[in-house]
C-alpha cells in the first residue's frame, strides 16, 4: 500500500513553491525594472538625437518617417498634444496641425468634383502644390498622420482602401460591396459602363444600375451621354487621372 505524504512532507512542498513564486516574482520584477530603464534611456537618446536633427526631421519626408517609427517603438507620440515636450522641440505638432487645415480645405473644394472622395495620391499632389512656398515636402504618409488626428474631431475623416488605391473619405458616406466592386474596376480606366460592370462581375442589369444610381446621388460619379456607340460612361473623379489637378492652384 502506497504511503500518503505526512504533514511535514505537505508543508515542505508548499513551502518550495512559496519559494519558486517569489523566485519567479523576483526575476520578473528585475527583468520589468531592467526595461525600463533601458526605455528611459532610449528615449533620452531620442530627444538628443531630435534636438540635433531638427531641421531635417521638418525638412525631409523621408527622415520625419523614420523619425515616427523610432518613436512608435518606445511609445513616444510627438503629435499628442501641441503643447507638448516633442512640439515645443521639433515645431511638429503645428506642421501636421497645419497640414491637416489644409486637408479640410483641398476636401472642401474638390468635393463638388468627387463627392467627398478623394484619393490620397492626389490629395498629396493637391497640397505639394500648395506647400511649394513652404519648402517642406509633403509625403502621403504626412497626409495619413495628418488625418489620424483629424479623426478626434468627429468630422468623418476616414482612409478607405478599394482595389490598389487609398481614398480620403470627408463625408459620412456609406459605402457597400457593390459599390466598392464598381470603384475598384473603374481603377483601370477612370470609367465603367453597365454593360462593363455587368459582364465583368456578373451581375444582372437591376443590380448594376441600382448601385450606379446611389453613386450618382451620392455625386462619387458622373455620367457622360456623349458616346457614339450610346453606351452611357459612368465616371469617378476619386480614381480618374483625368480630373487630378483640377483646382491645385487654388
Keep these: 500500500m ?6 511535514g512532507g505537505l508543508q515542505k512542498a508548499a513551502a518550495a513553491r512559496d519559494q519558486y513564486r517569489l523566485l519567479g516574482e523576483n526575476v520578473a520584477k528585475l527583468r520589468t525594472d531592467m526595461m525600463k530603464e533601458q526605455l528611459a534611456t532610449f528615449k533620452s537618446q531620442l530627444e538628443e538625437f531630435a534636438r540635433k536633427h ?4 521638418r525638412k525631409n519626408p523621408a527622415f520625419r518617417a523614420q523619425f515616427h517609427e523610432m518613436c512608435a517603438k518606445v511609445g513616444v507620440d510627438p503629435l499628442a498634444s501641441n503643447k507638448g515636450f516633442w512640439a515645443e522641440l521639433l515645431g511638429i505638432g503645428d506642421f501636421y496641425y497645419e497640414l491637416g487645415v489644409q486637408i479640410i480645405e483641398v476636401c472642401m473644394l474638390t468635393r463638388s468634383l468627387n463627392g467627398g472622395l478623394i484619393s490620397l495620391q492626389e490629395l498629396s499632389s493637391h497640397l ?11 509625403t502621403e504618409d504626412d497626409c495619413l498622420r495628418a488625418i ?3 479623426k478626434v474631431l468627429g468630422s468623418g475623416f476616414e482612409v478607405i482602401t478599394i482595389g490598389k488605391k487609398k481614398l480620403v473619405r470627408s463625408v459620412p458616406t456609406e459605402l457597400n460591396k457593390d459599390h466598392n ?8 480606366q477612370g470609367f465603367v459602363t453597365v454593360e462593363q460592370v455587368r459582364r465583368r462581375l456578373s451581375w444582372a442589369s437591376g443590380r448594376v444600375i441600382d448601385a450606379l444610381e446611389t453613386l450618382l446621388e451620392e455625386g462619387l460619379a458622373m455620367i457622360d451621354n456623349g458616346i457614339k456607340d450610346g453606351k452611357c460612361q459612368y465616371w469617378f473623379p476619386c480614381v480618374s487621372s483625368v480630373y487630378s489637378f483640377v483646382g491645385s492652384d487654388t
Aim: net charge positive; charged share 45%; aromatic share 0%.
Design 2 to 7: 502506497r504511503r500518503r505524504p505526512g504533514i
Design 148 to 150: 489620424s488626428k483629424l
Design 54 to 57: 531638427k531641421n531635417d526631421i
Design 181 to 188: 466592386q464598381i470603384l475598384e474596376l473603374a481603377q483601370g
Design 128 to 138: 505639394r502644390q500648395r506647400r511649394k512656398k513652404d519648402r517642406e515636402a509633403v
